[in-house]
Structure formats: C-alpha cells, structure tokens
Antibody
Framework: QVQLQESGPGLVKPSQTLSLTCTVS??????????WSWIRQHPGEGLEWIGD???????TYNPSLESRVAISRDTSKIQFSLRLSSVTAADTAIYYC?????????????WGQGALVTVSS | DIQMTQSPSSLSASIGDRVTITCRAS??????LNWYQHKPGKAPNLLIY???SLQSGVPSRFSGSGSGTDFTLSISSLQPEDFASYYC?????????FGQGTKLEIK
C-alpha cells in the first residue's frame, strides 16, 4: 500500500520560498508510468493542480505558477519536493502530494493528508 | 485552460437517497474525467476515472457517466460515510483542472 506524507514549515513569510517534501512509502518514485504530483487547496475553495514530476525526472507545471515553482526528487530517499518562490498571502493553502497514474488515463490514486502552509509576516 | 463547472455547489440529502452531481467542461474532454471524494482533514479519495471506471475498492453504489462536455456522478443509495465534498477533474490536457466542488450534506 502506497502512502505519502507531506512535511515542511507551516508558516512562510511573504516574498520567501515555500518548501515542502513528500515522503513515499510502499513504493518507488522511479517506477515507470507514474507521475508524482503536487496539488493545493486554498481555504474554502477547490483544488488546484500545481505540477508533476514524472518517473523519468521530467516535470510539468501549471502555467499560472510556472515562473515560481520547481518540483524535484531524491530517489534514494524516495522523496519528492516542491519549491514555490516569492510567495504571497494568495499562496496560503493546504498542499497535497499525490501519486498519479499515466496509463490510458491520468488520475491521482494515492494522496497525502495535506500540509497547511500559511503565508504571513 | 479547460474550465470545469459543477452543479449543484451544495446538496442536502437523506440516507438511502439517490443523488446525482453534474460536471460540465468548457470544451470537449472525451472521457478524460475523474471524480474524487474529499472529507475535511483527510486525503482526497479517487472514486471514478475515465468518466465511468470505478476505482478498485470503491463501493458499487458510486457510478459515473458522460463524454464530451457533460458528466455525472451518481450515488445510488446514500450511506452515512458518503457525506463529503466531491470534485471532478479533467485529465484531457494540462493544466489539469478541477471543478469547484459539491458539498453533500445530511438533510
């Protein structure tokens, strides 16, 4: 059973960089056919896809965030990470990591519990 | 970006009721449509992928249908654990976008 757990600071100051790590257990992030995703949910709002890192290491980002976001991975630690620079209050959200399948259809079948990140001075 | 619009935004129903949630895409997405259930403080749970394929382990009272721009999620007989928020997501093209959600509440 694949499990994901987000970790990182819960409070980030405006203009600084948000950094979160997702630790995966019960599977490898190098397994062919899977994306490893970051999704966020602003307070009281819907879900927003941030981006993916593919099993090969290639990345795809939401164009609305592309200038500020970077997703990387550490296969030896079975972790992948999110960095979002120049944050503002609008980046306050619950951040989820997820495993996404990329076969005939794309879908996210395992998710972490989420990490609340507040941007405030 | 493809816009996803769900209706209703909230819904009150009773145990045993059949409910239907609708999701409309701003352009055709074939059958690249997923449905998720989300409870506060919990990880979202994949229910349906490919518009109508039931994810392993999901009860058969959940079903999905549709293609092109119009999709539905149905729950045949509501159980207490079904009261949650539901989101559709298009996986036709990036950025993958979600509907705004439907909150299902107990009447």
């Amino acid at each position: 059973q694949v499990q994901l757990q987000e970790s990182g600071p819960g409070l980030v100051k405006p203009s600084q960089t948000l950094s979160l790590t997702c630790t995966v257990s019960g599977g490898s992030i190098s397994t062919a056919g899977y994306y490893w995703s970051w999704i966020r949910q602003h307070p009281g709002e819907g879900l927003e896809w941030i981006g993916d890192i593919y099993f090969s290491g290639s990345t795809t980002y939401n164009p609305s965030l592309e200038s500020r976001v970077a997703i990387s991975r550490d296969t030896s630690k079975i972790q992948f990470s999110l960095r979002l620079s120049s944050v503002t209050a609008a980046d306050t959200a619950i951040y989820y990591c997820a495993r996404s399948y990329s076969g005939s259809y794309y879908y996210s079948d395992y998710w972490g519990q989420g990490a609340l990140v507040t941007v405030s001075s | 970006d493809i816009q996803m619009t769900q209706s209703p935004s909230s819904l009150s129903a009773s145990i045993g009721d059949r409910v239907t949630i609708t999701c409309r895409a701003s352009q055709s997405i074939s059958i690249y449509l997923n449905w998720y259930q989300h409870k506060p403080g919990k990880a979202p749970n994949l229910l349906i992928y490919g518009a109508s394929s039931l994810q392993s382990g999901v009860p058969s009272r959940f079903s999905g249908s549709g293609s092109g721009t119009d999709f539905t999620l149905s729950i045949s007989s509501l159980q207490p654990e079904d009261f949650a928020s539901y989101y559709c997501q298009q996986s036709y093209s990036t950025p993958y976008t979600f509907g705004q959600g439907t909150k299902l509440e107990i009447k």
